[in-house]
């Protein structure tokens, strides 16, 4: 299967808090090994260790124990600046990934050029201008008409759209969405959803996805995969995959973790 990159994991390990009451093993050995081109889905509930593998991935913090590949290069040591080449992320705050007080097309320029040895003042030349116009009518929302608008002045919806944007423009080995949709309304977190997926399979992106919602999980992308007490205890694709309801997701949640939810609805919390 042809496509950007992929993903493995091998044993990770993160503990917070150390030797502390307070002690947290947010991954516990994990290990997953995604093909070029997967676009797996991520669920759990809160503590299973989600958002602590994504921000492990980007280089955030440095796992205790455990090795990183992408594309079959080692990233276990890297840091996080040197990891943003390859690696594009959208965050659940549509703040996180723009800067507010640059221009849409300076954001974008900026995203361009990541991981280049250029400054803005260049990057933003007639033809670049040109190509940012074109990039921004893809998304559907009217930005190509206002390209020098701050960014601050967008709606949510807007910004993280072009947040996505921004996270793909370079066509990264890897993306990762934490939660990327969850701080909107239903309505503007389904046109993001659908960006997302346009994206996507155009550009074969290889695409890890956190999500608090099941019916996204089983809908979106050709892998889903449950974590636990920093563990993966599910994972299934294909027509196993498709199969799925919402009701067997949970049923599969007590078997695989050998316990009961006080409630189903922690597996969206």
Do not use: Y
């Not at 030797?19 to 050995?29: K, Q």
């Amino acid at each position: 299967m042809t496509g950007t990159g992929g993903l493995r994991v091998e044993g990770a390990v993160k503990v917070f808090f150390t030797g502390t009451p307070n002690e947290v093993r947010a991954l516990d050995g994990l290990s997953l090994d995604m093909r070029p081109g997967d676009f797996v889905t991520i669920i759990g509930s809160n503590g299973a260790g989600k958002s602590t593998l994504l921000n492990a991935v980007a280089g955030t913090f440095p796992i205790d124990h455990g090795e990183i590949w992408l594309d079959d290069k080692e990233l276990t040591q890297r840091p996080e600046h040197l990891r943003a080449q390859s690696i594009g992320r959208v965050f659940q705050d549509p703040r996180a990934g723009t800067a507010p007080s640059l221009s849409i097309e300076e954001n974008l320029c900026l995203a361009m050029l990541r991981g280049k040895r250029r400054g803005l003042a260049r990057g933003l030349s007639a033809s670049r201008r040109a190509s940012v116009k074109g990039q921004l009518s893809q998304l559907g929302m009217g930005l190509e008409e206002r390209p020098r608008s701050a960014v601050a002045k967008l709606s949510g919806g807007q910004r993280q759209a072009l947040s996505l944007l921004m996270a793909t423009i370079t066509r990264p080995q890897l993306l990762l969405l934490d939660e990327h949709t969850a701080a909107l309304d239903p309505k503007v977190a389904a046109t993001i959803m659908d960006l997302t997926t346009q994206i996507v399979t155009r550009e074969r992106l290889t695409t890890l996805m956190v999500t608090h919602n099941m019916e996204l999980a089983l809908s979106r992308g050709n892998r889903l995969m449950m974590m636990h007490a920093g563990r993966v205890i599910l994972d299934v694709a294909g027509a196993d995959k498709s199969s799925l309801t919402v009701p067997e997701l949970v049923r599969k949640f007590h078997e695989v973790a050998g316990e009961t939810l006080a409630s189903d609805r922690m597996l969206l919390e």
